[in-house]
């Protein structure tokens, strides 16, 4: 059985990463984001909570993030092991985890933030199907056009130049120290995410050992 963390800054490419894993050994992924996505357009209680708080660049705090995640670990739905992305960010959250779960390595992708500002400020997300885009990388045929649904592309509602800047001064001053947390344990994997993705994917598997 194969439990991970993935950890890095928003855009360094978690979700990319994380989806090549899952493909490589039937794991599930556990994404957090995904989890307040779906709550989001579902127009849940937490959903409009959680809007709130990205809308304005800031974190969810530990005690939502904590029940989100406990609850869907708690489905034991992942025989071959879990992905688990965009959890902890903070120190309090990495405490829980630990004292909580049992896990194999913590990857841990780096990207400058210089990067991390490109691509996250060229995202669009299509506004039908949900299809993500990436105006460096993934452009759509027709401008502003999904391809497979033909609705128009949006930008999401946090990804502004105000809101990236909270949150990366939040990454570097909650969320990276609590590598030093699983640095402890020998648990941490640095991995160069300015390459490309198969070549990220391959580093991986070469420190994983697998």
Not at 31 to 36: E, L, N, Q
Not at 114 to 125: A, E, H
Not at 170 to 180: A, E
Not at 192 to 198: H, L, M, R, S
Request: overall charge negative; glycine content about 8%.
């Amino acid at each position: 059985m194969h439990k991970y963390v993935i950890m890095g800054v928003q855009g360094c490419g978690k979700g990319t990463q994380a989806a090549k894993l899952v493909n490589a050994f039937d794991l599930v992924h556990i994404s957090v984001g995904d989890i307040f996505r779906w709550h989001i357009k579902n127009h849940t209680k937490l959903g409009a909570q959680v809007k709130r708080i990205v809308s304005a660049g800031n974190l969810v705090g530990d005690d939502v993030v904590e029940t989100i995640v406990h609850r869907r670990l708690d489905e034991h739905d992942w025989n071959y092991g879990f992905i688990l992305d965009g959890f902890p960010r903070s120190e309090s959250q990495a405490l829980f985890f630990l004292e909580t779960y049992d896990i194999d390595a913590v990857i841990h992708i780096e990207v400058p933030d210089d990067v991390v500002r490109q691509r996250v400020l060229s995202r669009r997300l299509c506004s039908g199907c949900g299809l993500d885009y990436n105006l460096i990388s993934h452009r759509p045929e027709v401008e502003d056009i999904c391809d497979v649904c033909g609705s128009p592309l949006r930008a999401r509602p946090d990804d502004t130049e105000e809101a990236l800047a909270g949150r990366l001064k939040d990454y570097h001053t909650k969320t990276k120290p609590v590598l030093s947390l699983f640095e402890r344990k020998e648990l941490v994997l640095d991995i160069d995410g300015t390459a490309a993705p198969d070549a990220i994917h391959q580093e991986i598997r070469t420190k994983l050992g697998c």
